[in-house]
């Protein structure tokens, strides 16, 4: 089982990034899945989670209004498209999958996870 994470770059502030995550080896169709990320020197923190139907969408008020989740169950596979990037959205961008929880927002809610994909935007 794994998740690919891709997308991620070097970015001006107020820029965008799409990033994509591909779902390989099981179905996650049935799975909330959610966007975390890490900075260099500190904790890894929730972003972004959709449900497993794409029904509902829950964000972190740090990125609210400016990013948006979103899954294609057909394509097993999740996305984040973030718009206005500012310098303190740089850090490695994680996709998770989890099993058992509707809208999980913490990391320990989650099962599966990707590699990571680099984010870094400058001022």
């Known amino acids: 089982v794994q998740l690919i994470e891709s997308g991620g770059g070097l970015v001006q502030a107020g820029g965008s990034l799409r990033l994509s995550c591909a779902a390989s080896?099981?179905?996650?169709?049935?799975?909330?899945m959610g966007w975390f990320r890490q900075a260099p020197g500190k904790e890894r923190e929730f972003v972004a989670t959709?449900?497993?139907?794409?029904?509902?969408?829950y964000y972190a008020d740090s990125v609210k209004g400016r990013s948006t989740i979103s899954r294609d169950n057909v394509e097993n596979a999740v996305y984040l498209q973030m718009n206005s990037l500012k310098p303190e959205d740089t850090a490695l961008y994680y996709c998770?999958?989890?099993?058992?929880?509707?809208?999980?927002?913490?990391?320990?809610?989650?099962?599966?996870w990707g590699q990571g994909t680099q984010v870094t935007v400058s001022s």
């Open positions: 959709i449900t497993w139907n794409g029904g509902s969408t």
């Open positions: 080896g099981r179905s996650f169709s049935r799975n909330a």
């Open positions: 998770a999958a989890s099993s058992i929880y509707l809208r999980p927002t913490s990391r320990a809610e989650y099962d599966y």
